[in-house]
T-cell receptor, first 113, second 117 residues
C-alpha cells in the first residue's frame, strides 16, 4: 500500500498569518485528495477536497494546491484564526468503490493571538 | 439529526478481557470502517465493511474482530490478543463512491478512548 507523507508534524502560526501543510504521495492511481480537520476529542470532518484534473481549489480561507508532476498537494489556510487550531490530515483513496483511504500522519496547528 | 454514534466515550479494559465498542449510523450508508488513532501516527484502518454480513481486514486487524449483522451497526471487539489496545478508536461510514455525487467523504463518529487498567 502506498503511503501519504505529511509535513510538518506541528505548526505554530500567528493570528492573521498563512498556515501551509504539505503532503506527498506515491501512487499515481490516486484520483481524489481530501483534507480532514479534527478538534481534540472529536472525530475528523471533511474540510476540503480536490481532484487531480485541477491545480487549485478554494473554499473560503482554505485552498488546496495540487502539483501532479511533483506528486504533492498542500493545504493553505489564509488569515489563520485561533478557531483553526486543530489537527489536519491529508488522505488519498486506496481503491475505488468505497472510501477506503490512507491518511497522512497529521499536522497539529496552533494559531496564537 | 443524521450521523454516527459511538459509545462509550471512555472505556477501560482489564488484562485478559475482551471489550466491545459500539458504532451506529442512521445515514443509510453501505460502508462502515474502524480506525485506530495513536499520537503521531495518523489514522490506521482496522476493519471495513461494504455490505451487511461481509467485512475485510484493514492494515492492523490482528487482535480485533467485527460483525455486520445490520446495515446500521458495526461493533468492534478488542480481544485479549491485542497487547497494546490503548488508543482513540474512530468509526466512520460512507456512501458508494461516485465521481459525480456528493458521497466523496467519510463521516466520523466522536470516538471512543480505550485505556488499559
Amino acid at each position: 500500500q502506498q503511503q501519504v507523507k505529511q509535513s510538518p508534524q506541528s505548526l505554530i502560526v500567528q493570528k492573521g498569518g498563512i498556515s501551509i501543510i504539505n503532503c506527498a504521495y506515491e501512487n499515481t492511481a490516486f484520483d481524489y485528495f481530501p483534507w480532514y480537520q479534527q478538534f481534540p476529542g472529536k472525530g475528523p470532518a471533511l474540510l476540503i477536497a480536490i481532484r487531480p484534473d485541477v491545480s487549485e481549489k478554494k473554499e473560503g480561507r482554505f485552498t488546496i494546491s495540487f502539483n501532479k508532476s511533483a506528486k504533492q498537494f498542500s493545504l493553505h489556510i489564509m488569515d489563520s484564526q485561533p478557531g483553526d487550531s486543530a489537527t489536519y490530515f491529508c488522505a488519498a483513496p486506496v481503491s475505488g468503490g468505497y472510501q477506503k483511504v490512507t491518511f497522512g500522519t497529521g499536522t497539529k496547528l496552533q494559531v496564537i493571538p | 439529526d443524521g450521523g454516527i454514534t459511538q459509545s462509550p466515550k471512555y472505556l477501560f479494559r482489564k488484562e485478559g478481557q475482551n471489550v466491545t465498542l459500539s458504532c451506529e449510523q442512521n445515514l443509510n450508508h453501505d460502508a462502515m470502517y474502524w480506525y485506530r488513532q495513536d499520537p503521531g501516527q495518523g489514522l490506521r484502518l482496522i476493519y471495513y465493511s461494504q455490505i451487511v454480513n461481509d467485512f475485510q481486514k484493514g492494515d492492523i486487524a490482528e487482535g480485533y474482530s467485527v460483525s455486520r449483522e445490520k446495515k446500521e451497526s458495526f461493533p468492534l471487539t478488542v480481544t485479549s490478543a491485542q497487547k497494546n489496545p490503548t488508543a482513540f478508536y474512530l468509526c466512520a461510514s460512507s456512501g458508494l463512491r461516485d465521481y459525480q455525487a456528493t458521497n466523496e467523504k467519510l463521516f466520523f463518529g466522536s470516538g471512543t478512548q480505550l485505556s488499559v487498567l
